[in-house]
């Protein structure tokens, strides 16, 4: 399954075979946080030499936060699965796909670096870029991040722009059974947003709610331990 399918309009998904003697569930690295694009993401398709303007569109999508390591100075990250798309309704579509890095220095998060390397396609061309952020001064608190990426390796007729505004998504962190109550706990970062708890018998769904909508980031469910498969997902609200 795809990050793409997991996270879908605000929702996240999570499958638990559960039976007495063993709980089965995918969950992420601890090390590794989903982050989701927020309203103000954008992509800029520019030809220097051209007369035209400037093409922008707004650009949704998701990528891998994976901790590599820490000092008193700073902490990098390497940037996994990178997937976004930008465009508007019958107007130009962009696909964006890759990896990278982003550092984030000082006690306060004072300064950044993020250094890009994906595959930039449209309906007639598919660019390797390479980008940077010119500007490297944190203007959100942590955990958001918002920078703006110029690609490096840009040509006068072809020059993309990257602004990225982007929150850390929902996920699921632990699932806990109960083996005596035959209940399972789950535990999620919902980062202060409203979630609601569904719950369906096949991954397909339907999916019914569990939970009231509430900023809790637990729930148990109850005599959930049977054998049979469940699926649980996370709506945001």
Request: with cysteine.
């Amino acid at each position: 399954m795809s990050l793409r399918n997991l996270i879908l309009a605000g929702l996240l998904l999570v499958g638990v075979r559960a039976a007495p003697e063993n709980v089965l569930a995918q969950l992420p690295d601890a090390a590794t946080q989903i982050y989701t694009l927020i309203t103000g993401s954008e992509l800029t398709d520019d030809c220097p030499i051209c007369d035209r303007i400037p093409i922008v569109v707004p650009m949704t999508g998701t990528f891998r936060l994976k901790l590599l390591d820490e000092t008193p100075f700073s902490t990098r990250y390497e940037i996994q699965d990178l997937s976004f798309h930008a465009g508007t309704n019958g107007g130009a579509e962009y696909w964006v796909s890759g990896s990278g890095t982003y550092e984030v220095g000082g006690e306060v998060a004072v300064a950044q670096d993020l250094f890009l390397d994906v595959a930039i396609k449209n309906s007639d061309t598919n660019t390797k870029a390479l980008g940077v952020n010119g500007d490297r001064a944190v203007k959100q608190p942590w955990p958001q991040i918002q920078v703006s990426v110029l690609q490096t390796n840009g040509t006068e007729t072809q020059l993309y722009s990257l602004k990225l505004e982007a929150v850390p998504a929902l996920q699921f962190r632990a699932v806990l059974p109960d083996f005596q109550n035959k209940s399972l706990r789950l535990q999620w970062d919902s980062h202060g947003h409203q979630v609601q708890l569904e719950r369906a018998m096949i991954v397909g769904g339907p999916y019914s709610p569990i939970s009231p909508i509430a900023t809790n980031q637990t729930f148990t469910d109850v005599s959930a331990l049977t054998n049979r498969a469940l699926f649980y997902r996370l709506r945001q609200y």
